[in-house]
């Protein structure tokens, strides 16, 4: 069936480490895939997207490419503040479905 | 635009009592989605709608829950008798297509006590 898996938490780093969540989806067809973010107390807000193979999203120093070959589409950021303590979903849509997310990686940095 | 607005941000209210939970979507957007979110569970669809139209309410726990959207601006969930395992953040969401993702509320915090 259609899903969404995305590494479990909490991920735990020093500011100005390297981020890597690991997001692998299935499905049929080509779906266009999501990061969200939730900072606590708030609702997700849209991170990043791409609608198809080997596009790649980035806003706020985050990064995702669209993997076609592995199914993936892991998150990445190069150096990480204290700000972006937050949980991370990763989803996708397929045709008219409501959207897939993954259970939501917890991201905490530490100074 | 303010984006999804929910209200009330925060509900405490006694176990038995009816609660209703508001949502305005983005103007133009034609879909609309519920969502609950607890520690146990995570993020769970409860039910969306099309054109105000409901699609998919197989999300629903039980007949104790019920949503609607009377016009393109204006959705409701409402618990009627409520009861303490429903405590959690409800989100309201809305989208103008699949593709273009989903605009999030800041959520409603419900507590049954």
């Known amino acids: 069936g259609n899903s969404v898996t995305q590494m479990e938490g909490p991920v735990t780093l020093s500011e100005e480490a390297f981020l890597t969540i690991n997001c692998t989806y299935t499905?049929?067809?080509?779906?266009?895939l999501f990061w969200y973010v939730q900072y606590p107390g708030e609702g997700l807000q849209l991170l990043l997207k791409a609608t198809k193979a080997d596009d790649k999203g980035s806003n706020k120093g985050f990064e995702a490419t669209y993997r076609k070959e592995t199914t993936s589409f892991h998150l990445e950021k190069g150096s990480v503040q204290v700000s972006d303590s937050a949980v991370y979903f990763c989803?996708?849509?397929?045709?008219?479905?409501?959207?897939?997310f993954g259970k939501g990686t917890r991201l905490s940095v530490i100074a | 635009d303010a984006g999804v607005i929910q209200s009330p941000r925060h509900e405490v209210t006694e176990m038995g009592q009816e609660v209703t939970l508001r949502c305005k979507p983005i103007?133009?957007?034609?879909?609309l989605f519920w969502y609950r979110q607890t520690m146990m569970r995570g993020l769970e669809l409860l039910i969306y709608?099309?054109?105000?139209?409901?699609?998919?309410d197989s999300g629903m726990p039980e007949d104790r829950f019920s949503a609607k959207m009377p016009n393109a601006s204006f959705s409701t969930l409402k618990i009627q008798p409520s009861e303490p395992r429903d405590s959690a953040v409800y989100f309201c969401?809305?989208?103008f297509g699949q593709g273009y993702g989903y605009t999030f509320g800041s959520g409603t915090r419900l507590t049954v006590v």
């Open positions: 989803a996708r849509a397929a045709g008219n479905t409501p959207l897939v």
């Open positions: 709608f099309n054109n105000n139209v409901p699609i998919d």
């Open positions: 969401a809305s989208s």
């Open positions: 499905a049929t067809g080509y779906p266009s």
């Open positions: 103007s133009g957007h034609n879909s």
